[in-house]
Every structure is written in structure tokens, then in C-alpha cells.
């Protein structure tokens, strides 16, 4: 059973805490974050991807970029939760946005993707960059996809790259919880929430969740 802070509504627990929320938390401090930290985050406007940016913000990264797959996602990102600027990935050219946002080159990535976009990514970090490694959205269905090519850049600019799994963190999940708390009793952090009712809905929210279609957590409710 997972520590539930008292006084939260189950749709709060949901969206901001449990596996989610400790996943952005400790995935971000893994990264060490650091004052005026450039911060991009891809899945941007996931359930974790979503938190992770307000939390970048909430910790004194200067500048947070969301990579996302719609306009609509893009907007709210920027729009409702903070985020300084977000790309499209299905319209825009990724490489030379980030060129364009991050000049001086990035010095968080969390990636919730992998394969090409981690490849790119890997191109544009800054010195001494970090990059915590949470999801591989874009190979579970289509493995091919996973091969990266630049890991020299990790060497050339004195940057690292650590995976993990939040469950290596459960003995301070209240830790992260009561942090938490204290940023949305602030008012400096805010998500969605889809709550989706019967198992029968699992296989299309899924279909649906791959395509981009929800903002912020989904739950199904049995």
C-alpha cells in the first residue's frame, strides 16, 4: 500500500501523487538539478512528463521545454502549467528547435521516449549535462527504432546518463508526497486527469494513450 498524505481526494492521488508523482520527483533529482538549469522533458504533457517540468520550475530551472504531439498539448503546457516553451514533434523540426530554444545547450533531459529523439537530444547537451532515463515510448512497439548512434556526446561534453525504476525510492515516497503538497498548496503546480470507467476501457485507452490523446494522468476505475 502506497503512503497517502490525509485530506487528499482520490482524483488529487491520482494526478499528483502514487507512482506518478514519485516517478517525476525522484527521476528529477536524480538529474540534480541545478539554479538557471536548462530543462527539457519529451511525453511533456504525460502524467509524468507534465509534473516534472512544473517541478523543473519549482526548483530553479531557468528555462523548461516540453516536447509534445499536438498543437493542443503544446498550448497546454505553456498555457496552464508553466512550461517556457513547447515543439510539436509531428510538425516541427526537433533538432533545430532545440537549437533555437536552448542555445547554450541543455542541461537536464528527462527522457520519457528514447530512440531517435534521445539521439537528438544527445547532440545538443550542454557541458556537464544529465539525463535521467524513465520511459522508451517510442520502441515499445517498434523496437527497430531504438538504436542511438551519439553516445560520444556523453564523453565530449563530461555529461551523464542513469536509468532508474521509482519503486528503488518506496521508503521515501512520503518524503516526495509532502514535497508535493507543499508546491500545490502554493499554487505552482497543477496537472489533468482522464478517469476512464470499467477494465473494457484498458485496450483503447491504451491505443489512445500511445497516440497523445489525453492530458496529464489516465486511470481506468474498476
Not at 537530444?121 to 517510442?138: D, F, K, Y
Not at 507543499?182 to 500511445?210: H, S
Request: aromatic residues 10%.
Amino acid at each position: 500500500m502506497l503512503p497517502v498524505p490525509s485530506s487528499i481526494a482520490p482524483e488529487e492521488y491520482y494526478a499528483y501523487y502514487g507512482h506518478t508523482g514519485a516517478t517525476a520527483y525522484f527521476g528529477l533529482e536524480l538529474a540534480t538539478p541545478r539554479p538557471n538549469d536548462v530543462l527539457v522533458v519529451s511525453s511533456a504533457a504525460g502524467g509524468v512528463g507534465a509534473l516534472v517540468g512544473q517541478m523543473g520550475k519549482c526548483v530553479g530551472c531557468s528555462h523548461v521545454i516540453g516536447i509534445a504531439g499536438s498543437d493542443e498539448r503544446c498550448r497546454w503546457i505553456v498555457e496552464e502549467l508553466g512550461f517556457d516553451a513547447a515543439i510539436n514533434y509531428t510538425r516541427e523540426h526537433v533538432a533545430e528547435r532545440l537549437q533555437e530554444l536552448c542555445p547554450a545547450g541543455i542541461d537536464i533531459y528527462f527522457d520519457n521516449v528514447g530512440g531517435g529523439l534521445l539521439d537528438t537530444v544527445l547532440t545538443m547537451l550542454a557541458r556537464n549535462a544529465r539525463i535521467a532515463l524513465c520511459g522508451e515510448l517510442a520502441t515499445y512497439n517498434t523496437p527497430a527504432s531504438s538504436a542511438i548512434t551519439n553516445t560520444f556526446q556523453l564523453t565530449l561534453q563530461r555529461a551523464s546518463m542513469h536509468g532508474f525504476l521509482v519503486t528503488d525510492y518506496l521508503s521515501r515516497y512520503a518524503e516526495a508526497f509532502d514535497q508535493i503538497t507543499v508546491w500545490r498548496t502554493q499554487g505552482r503546480m497543477r496537472t489533468g486527469l482522464t478517469i476512464l470507467d470499467g477494465i473494457e476501457q484498458l485496450a483503447p485507452a491504451l491505443e489512445r494513450l500511445f497516440a497523445g490523446a489525453y492530458l496529464g494522468k489516465v486511470v481506468i476505475r474498476v
